[in-house]
């Protein structure tokens, strides 16, 4: 076994000499291809995590060289060649992004569509026309727009921007080729499973290449930040980058990438071999194990060792996300951001297209609870036409109720599209950014008023639909006693009650780790306005943030919070989390 | 003439996939869309010109948006900063 100083030094030697770089330690003699070669080790950064064990495959870039440009040039033709080109380009990127979209996923994909917008840039655009206004051939121009535009980029001294010259690289290379003649790049054409080891890859390269085949991902420089990492990351395929230049010759080699430890064994002893096996099938068991230990405790009721029953619910922001929340085994919508039909209008919705879209949402849920939490707008969330006025300090602003209570047949078109939707399954309807009793009772009043019109016109909705509020202010939890006589239920809302709490602003980076240090005064507000409601036999959740941290599921169950509600992902990890507390 | 200051609160900055989309978004107006940040100007209509500015996490991004439609602009853009820039999932 080998010790993490060993491979340094060895680094070190293979970055000074990587030609003579052979380590002379065990020899291989099991395998007749490695027979003749010697162990040999690299260090890198693993920016994908996992195990590899297979063949180097070297990755080998076709040359694109530029037509010589000894013949005479007219720039009007060059022109219209270099415009040709750029169509073609497109059309390419277009196809790589409707590829990368079917093979690797959305987010990676946009990696294609920020292509074809600097392909379309002005800028760029304006380089090449000028290249080409003072002579140069459309390969020339090319060249000369690439060097102006990854020289600007690498000078920002930013390492993700510094990793966009690639993409410049990628663009260029692609206009080269179609100057040339050729088509379109061609799919790096290996066969079996490997090790992929290149200087670096761009993201052209790399979602052509055949994923399945791919074992694991090493580049000679990169960073975490560049397209190889970002696409092994999203493939899940370990990789590790920055190993300094590795010797062709080990070409076709047995290697051992371990992207956890940040190493790569070319030629490793079968001791080495057989324990990097066993410690891939256990890593690799123990994943499977936790995912379908986790799967298989859907819809298991979610009680602590204890006793506790702390239900499971989801955070949604539209209805599409119903689905998903109800595969993972949400016991219930514990917030649904009602804002999402306002905030996608030009106009104030309808109680008609309120209703529907709640309906929705609420008989989806086959008759799980759906807590639906009321308009929260404000100067920091603005809807052009609610016409709101700049605000110097917005989160301590006109929002949320306050808006609400002063713009009541607002606020009423969407209670009683609410308690319409009450009808269609098991619904609840929450109040944000409460600081007193009195707001509630006003709140209250609205409501029932909402329940009298709807009696009247003889509309159907659930008479015993639950009313409540979100904890978010420091007020609202020091109130708690007062404000629990007129609620069923309170939702705490972490964000901004540590916000307010703390009174650190959550945008500002600066305060992040004041912010993750001091949890316990959130908490002890937590504790008081659980005591608070249970006293008055209401439940209490809890939706924001904190409600997903798993250091904090056993404290929870200890105030006796009844529910939590999260983000779809994190779903099952809190529900395996509450299985095991005290 | 409309002016707002958005800090970045981002881990990775004004990357280029949000600087494509700002360049999407500030193009659908009229308007003109400068953005300042480090001491340089950008045309905030423009991936390349968007992206020199360098503006990493911590930057102020000064917009000043001026046309006809500048109301809109200011806040579409306001919002895109705060769903696309502010660092939080």
Same mark, same amino acid.
């Given at each position: 076994m080998k010790h993490a100083g060993d491979l340094t030094q060895e680094f070190h030697f293979y970055n000074q000499d990587f030609a003579d770089g052979i380590n002379f330690r065990e020899r291989h003699g099991e395998h007749m291809d490695v027979m003749s070669k010697q162990r040999a080790a690299f260090r890198g950064a693993g920016v994908s995590g996992g195990k590899a064990c297979g063949t180097l495959k070297f990755f080998r870039k076709p040359t694109v060289r530029p037509a010589p440009s000894s013949r005479p040039v007219h720039p009007a033709a060059e022109l219209t060649r270099l415009r040709q080109a750029m169509e073609t380009a497109r059309e390419q990127i277009a196809e790589l992004h409707r590829r990368a979209l079917a093979d690797i996923g959305k987010n990676e994909a946009e990696i294609f569509e920020i292509h074809a917008m600097l392909l379309e840039d002005e800028d760029f655009a304006e380089t090449l026309t000028n290249e080409i206004a003072a002579g140069k051939c459309a390969e020339d121009a090319v060249e000369g727009a690439v060097q102006v535009w990854s020289r600007m980029l690498r000078e920002l001294n930013d390492p993700y921007l510094s990793a966009r010259a690639a993409d410049i690289r990628d663009i260029a290379d692609r206009l080269l080729r179609i100057l040339a003649g050729e088509t379109q790049e061609s799919a790096a054409a290996y066969t079996g499973s490997f090790i992929l080891v290149a200087e670096d890859l761009t993201p052209s390269e790399t979602v052509l290449l055949d994923k399945s085949r791919i074992l694991g991902f090493v580049t000679f420089g990169g960073s975490s930040n560049s397209h190889t990492s970002i696409l092994a990351r999203a493939m899940g395929i370990p990789a590790? +980058?920055?190993? &300094?230049?590795?010797? #062709?010759?080990?070409?076709?080699?047995? =290697?051992? $990438?371990d992207a956890d430890a940040g190493t790569l064994t070319v030629c490793p002893g079968e001791a080495e071999l057989e324990a990097f096996r066993q410690a891939q099938e256990r890593q690799d068991a123990q994943a499977r194990e936790q995912e379908k230990s986790r799967r298989a405790l859907i819809g298991r009721p979610s009680v602590t060792l204890g006793g506790h029953r702390m239900l499971i619910y989801a955070n949604i922001g539209e209805g599409a996300e119903v689905a998903h929340a109800l595969a993972d085994g949400a016991d219930g919508i514990g917030l649904l951001r009602s804002e999402f039909l306002?905030?996608?209008?030009n106009d104030y919705p309808s109680e008609e297209q309120l209703?529907?879209?709640?309906?929705?949402? +609420?008989?989806?849920?086959?008759?799980k609870k759906v807590v639906?939490?009321?308009l929260d707008i404000g100067a920091d969330k603005q809807i052009p036409y609610f016409d709101l006025p700049h605000e110097e300090n917005p989160a $301590?602003?006109?929002?949320? +109720?306050?808006?609400? $209570?002063?713009? #009541? !047949?607002?606020?009423?078109?969407? $209670?009683?599209?609410?308690?319409? =939707?009450?009808?269609? &399954?098991?619904a609840a309807v929450m109040i944000p950014m409460i600081v007193s009793a009195e707001e509630v009772r006003r709140c209250r009043r609205l409501f029932d008023e909402c329940k009298a019109e709807l009696i009247c016109e003889g509309v159907d909705f659930d008479a015993r639909m639950e009313f409540g509020i979100m904890v978010e202010t420091p007020a609202a939890a020091v109130m708690s006693d007062e404000i629990s006589a007129e609620v069923d239920f309170f939702s705490v809302g972490t964000n901004d009650l540590?916000?307010?709490?703390?009174?650190?602003?959550?945008?500002? !980076?600066?305060? =992040?780790?004041?912010?993750?240090r001091n949890t316990e005064p959130v908490l002890r507000l937590i504790e008081r306005a659980a005591k608070a409601i249970h006293g008055r036999g209401g439940w209490i959740g809890i939706c924001g943030e904190l409600a997903a941290d798993l250091r904090l599921t056993q404290r929870f169950a200890d105030m006796g919070i009844d529910e939590l509600s999260v983000s779809v992902p994190n779903l099952l990890a809190v529900r395996e989390q509450v299985l095991r507390c005290k | 003439m409309k002016q707002f200051t958005y800090l970045i609160g981002d881990e990775n900055g004004m990357h280029a996939r949000p600087a494509g989309k700002l360049a999407t978004y500030a193009k659908r107006f009229v308007s003109? +869309?400068?953005?300042?940040?480090? &001491?340089?100007?950008?045309? &905030?209509?423009?991936l390349l010109s968007l992206m020199s500015l360098g503006a990493a996490k911590g930057a102020a991004l000064e917009f000043t948006i001026?046309?006809?439609?500048?109301e809109q602009a200011c806040q579409t853009l306001r919002q895109f900063c705060e769903e696309n820039l502010c660092g939080e999932e």
């Open positions: 590790l +980058v920055g190993v &300094g230049k590795i010797d #062709e010759e080990l070409d076709s080699q047995l =290697a051992l $990438l306002y905030l996608s209008l209703f529907e879209a709640y309906r929705q949402i +609420v008989s989806d849920m086959q008759g639906i939490r009321t $301590l602003g006109f929002r949320a +109720v306050r808006i609400c $209570l002063a713009r #009541e !047949p607002l606020f009423k078109t969407q $209670l009683r599209a609410i308690l319409r =939707a009450s009808a269609f &399954g098991n540590a916000q307010y709490t703390l009174a650190a602003d959550r945008q500002n !980076p600066m305060l =992040a780790e004041l912010c993750e | 003109d +869309v400068s953005v300042s940040a480090n &001491g340089k100007k950008a045309d &905030g209509k423009r001026t046309g006809e439609d500048e």
